[in-house]
């Protein structure tokens, strides 16, 4: 089993199909190889060297998969969101410490500025649209000095280095080994059982571990094909799915309630389509949202359960004739997962509620730079080193991993702990509703108290008290929502993630008390 990118990509023919795109021939395996030899090249002749750390600020799209797949065989990759401001590219930049940045030809934009703050080595993408999908050049400007030594990173060294969301604080930075990308890769594909006779459509966005690995990095080490749009686009989706041909693909939540909304009017397409399997990851699937992707597409969804600091999955539904459970992430799938005592270094029984804790080779060492955050979320127990996940959940008979919220996210109404997943999948289940996210409203007298977001089905109606009044008849008093606000579109991060933390904020919410 290979332990680097390199190795993961090394043994498929070369004349098999590997990166795809909208209106492109397909570049083969031995296409890829061939470019990824051409990048470590581009990359020593610019001065940048196996340890050194490239930033790599690309549309999505096959040049964006193919720039990361190819540059972490040679050097330490840093993807970041296109959309960032001047002022969020100089943070990062600095606080990763790039010596280097990719940016497409012509690209003269905010990143380029904060490149420049920092004397960058930049380097300049370009591709011929007739040439096969994800086909690039790098070319250097100005001079960048001596030669870089030849030498190839071994499982040991960081391959791709994120930051964490940093919704409550600073964002750290998490290395992931070329050995975590690696197990991480074939942990996916072992429990997807994915084959060369797979072709994953990919949606998600190529700066984040979802895309990353679960989508590009799983389907290439399994010899399959990557599909790449140039992002998620609800109006394109199906005639995507249409020419494309996937046997998966994968998103997140709102993706998938977005592609439910337009599911109806494309019948034809997904009577048409040889999906496999859906899958969803980043963020909890409701159950209802499950239930009816898996009847509208006639196919499983699989639900997984991933974080950064994991190189993505640690929890998957299994696929049929195993069942997929509506509410839950599924089964352990590649790490070891356990809960634990919240504060105590302490493992607990499985049908215990406690904070979900997992060990394995997909696993960061630790954090960069921050030595209290790795001496919070770190502890050793039963001879094994046990990353704390934050969130709070437990097993069930079966051994299913049910969820029941981020720590920093359970509402505590006066006392009174409420999941809101669990208010989620309640206010889902309504005809009328689309999307549902409950948060915390500061409350004076009960210090939080329970609201929820609401996003109407297209056509639908409904009033705030409809929707509360659904919700008592299925929830505890205390559990139900004393505030509902009815929204065109819910905030959501960069990723598509619905953003529970300072959402009363955003919304401009103060209780009124007395």
């Known amino acids: 089993m290979s332990d680097t990118i390199k190795g993961l990509i090394a043994s498929h023919p070369d004349a098999a ?18 470019l990824a030899d051409d990048t470590r090249a581009a990359l020593r002749a610019a001065g940048v060297g196996a340890a050194d750390r490239v930033a790599i600020v690309l549309p999505n799209g096959p040049e ?9 065989q040679a050097a330490t990759t840093a993807p970041l969101n296109p959309a960032y401001r001047e002022d969020e590219f100089a943070f990062y930049l600095e606080d990763l410490k790039a010596k280097a940045i990719i940016l497409a030809e012509g690209y003269d934009g905010p990143a380029l500025a904060a490149a420049k703050r920092f004397g960058l080595t930049v380097l300049r993408l370009s591709f011929d649209p007739a040439a096969p999908a994800g086909s690039f050049t790098l070319s250097a400007e100005g001079d960048t000095g001596a030669a870089a030594p030849e030498g190839a990173p071994g499982p040991d060294d960081v391959a791709l280095i994120l930051h964490t969301s940093g919704t409550t604080s600073r964002p750290k930075i998490v290395p992931l080994l070329q050995s975590n990308v690696a197990a991480s890769a074939h942990n996916i594909a072992a429990s997807l059982a994915l084959t060369p006779q797979d072709r994953c459509m990919n949606v998600m966005p190529l700066f984040h571990i979802h895309g990353l690995v679960a989508a590009v990095i799983s ?16 109006l394109k989706f199906f005639g995507w799915l249409r020419d494309s041909d996937p046997t998966w693909y994968t998103a997140v939540p709102t993706m998938h309630q977005a592609i439910l909304a337009r599911a109806g009017r494309n019948a034809k397409i997904i009577e048409g389509a040889r999906l496999r399997f859906l899958r969803s990851s980043s963020a909890s699937l409701p159950g209802p949202v499950m239930t009816k992707l898996a009847e509208t597409f006639g196919a499983p969804v699989i639900e997984g359960y991933g974080m950064t600091e994991a190189a993505h999955q640690m929890c998957s539904n299994p696929l049929p004739p195993r069942a997929q459970k ?4 599924g089964v352990p799938a590649g790490p070891e997962v356990r809960v634990a005592d919240e504060v105590a270094p302490t493992l607990l029984p499985g049908d215990a509620i406690g904070e979900v804790v997992i060990s394995g080779p997909n696993v960061t060492p630790g954090y960069e730079g921050n030595p209290d955050a790795n001496a919070k979320s770190f502890f050793e127990a039963e001879g094994k080193r046990w990353f704390r996940t934050g969130d709070q959940g437990s097993f069930d008979e079966e051994g299913y991993l049910t969820l029941t919220g981020r720590l920093k996210e359970i509402i505590n109404r006066g006392g009174e702990k409420v999941s809101p997943l669990e ?15 409950t ?29 509360r009044d659904f919700a008592a008849e299925r929830l ?10 009815i929204l065109e579109e819910i905030p959501k991060g960069a990723t598509g993630k619905l953003q529970r933390i300072g959402l009363a904020e955003k919304l401009g919410l103060v209780e009124k008390t007395g």
């Open 423 to 437: 208010v989620d999948g309640v206010l889902s289940d309504h005809p009328a509703v689309a999307q549902a996210l």
């Open 439 to 467: 948060f915390a409203l500061p409350h004076a007298k009960l210090g939080e108290e329970i609201a929820a977001a609401i996003v109407l089905r297209e056509g639908a109606e409904a009033s705030e008290r409809e929707i």
């Open 476 to 485: 505890a008093d205390f559990k139900v929502p004393r505030k509902v606000v």
């Open 219 to 234: 389907s290439l080490g399994a010899g399959g094909q990557v599909w790449c749009a140039p992002g998620f686009d609800a």
């Open 326 to 329: 509506p509410g839950a992430v």
């Open 17 to 34: 199909q590997a990166i795809g795109a909208p209106d492109r021939e397909w570049l083969s395996y031995g296409g890829l190889r061939s």
């Open 64 to 72: 964006m998969a193919t720039a990361f797949v190819t540059v972490a």
